[in-house]
Every structure is written in C-alpha cells, then in structure tokens.
C-alpha cells in the first residue's frame, strides 16, 4: 500500500551523519503536500520527530532535520548516538486526501 | 496534557465482530481529526482513515474502505475502529492519532494489538 519508497536500512557509526530518503510522485509530496517523519523506537508507539517538512516539535533534538525538494523529502541525522537506532517512517498526502506512510527505514548504529 | 488512551488487547476468532476504542483528553476532542493506522506483525505503518469528532465527516484509504468502520462520540471524546467480521489477516497493532490542520500525527495512543485466530 505504500507509495513512498524509502530505503530498507541504512547505518552509521557513532557521530557520523546519515540521511533517509523518501521518493514520491506527483500526485502526494510532488502535489505541494507537506512530509513529515516518524521514528519507533522498538515496541513503542510512533513518534512525530519532524513535521511540516522542516520543523522540529519540542523536545527534538536539533540533531534531526527534514529538507523537502520535488518529488522526494529527506531526514538527516548528524551527529549519530546509539539511542537514535529506530526504525523511521515519513508521511505525506496524495490527492484523494489521503494520508500515506513510506516504507520504512531501519537505522543501524554501528 | 494531551493523550489518547485506546482499549486493551483483544484475542478474537475469524468472523467475530469487534470494536476498538481511543479516548482523547487535554485538548478540545471536537477540534482535531484522529487518524488510525495498522502495523502488522514485523511491517511497516499503514494509513486506515481519519474522523472528524465535530462533525463525523469521515476518509478512508481505499485498502481499507468497506473493511472497517470508523465512528466517533464526541460525548465521551472517544473514537472507535471496527470490524462486523474479522479475518485472520486483522491481526495487528491498530494505533489512533492526533490529526491538526497540517496533515501530520503528532500525539499517539499506546496501540491496541489485535490477535484474530482460529
């Protein structure tokens, strides 16, 4: 059901910076809808971590920033620490009004 | 503080009926979509729909219209899912949301895990 790709895992050391990608099309984030990016720590319930594209609710970490271009949204996390291991999710809408999630990314501290 | 409480786990048999709950309180209920979402067993989050407290007005995705039911009571500030015949494929975490104007989720319900077995 999913119609934002991301990619299945991506991983870093400690410190380091890396970045989620989340592909769409015309007809949600390339439509001028708004990404928005989840993280769900194992267990939990998701957690909202970036909304609007680029915004930060209260309490995130200014580690986590969101960046929006076209078609596509990324998450970036720099400065990498062990408690960021999660599995991260960014969402959109499409033109049927719609919510659509992508796929998913499991982030792997090294 | 804003927090949605849903209905505890529940254990069901194919074609049984079922009605989660979610319950809002902190903030006008009556003001703010609720969305839900699955998560099946080891995958990833999928959009069901969104209500509308105020006015009921509600969306569902296409998977899932004509499979669920989505309701609100805005007396007791309480959102419900529901099935009238489950399958065992139902089984899942169901999370409610917070929905405001920008089309995010930003507060969650704890997850109601549904387990449908024969």
């Known amino acids: 059901q999913s119609v934002l790709t991301q990619p299945p895992s991506v991983s870093g050391a400690p410190g380091q910076r890396v970045t989620i990608s989340c592909t769409g099309s015309s007809s949600n984030i390339g439509a001028g809808y708004d990404v928005h990016w989840y993280q769900q720590l194992p267990g939990t319930a998701p957690k909202l971590l970036i909304y609007?594209?680029?915004n930060r609710p209260s309490g995130v970490p200014d580690r986590f920033s969101g960046s929006k271009s076209g078609t596509s949204a990324s998450l970036a996390i720099t400065g990498l620490q062990a408690e960021d291991e999660s599995d991260y999710y960014c969402?959109?809408?499409?033109?049927?009004?719609?919510?659509?999630f992508g796929t998913g990314t499991k982030v792997t501290v090294l | 503080e804003v927090q949605l409480v849903q209905s505890g786990a529940e254990v069901k048999k194919p074609g049984e009926s079922l009605k989660i709950s979610c319950k809002g309180s902190g903030y006008s209920f009556t003001n703010y979509w609720i969305g839900w979402v699955r998560q099946m067993p080891g995958k990833g989050l999928e959009w069901m729909g969104i209500i509308y407290p105020g006015d009921s007005d509600t969306r569902y995705s296409p998977s899932f219209q004509g499979q669920v039911t989505i309701s609100a009571d805005k007396s007791i500030n309480t959102a419900y899912l529901q099935w009238s015949s489950l399958k065992a494929s139902d089984t899942a975490m169901y999370y409610c949301?917070?929905?405001?104007?920008?089309?995010?989720?930003?507060?969650w319900g704890q997850g109601t895990l549904v387990t449908v077995s024969s």
């Open positions: 969402q959109s809408y499409d033109n049927s009004l719609n919510g659509v």
């Open positions: 609007g594209n680029t």
């Open positions: 949301a917070r929905q405001p104007l920008r089309n995010y989720l930003d507060y």
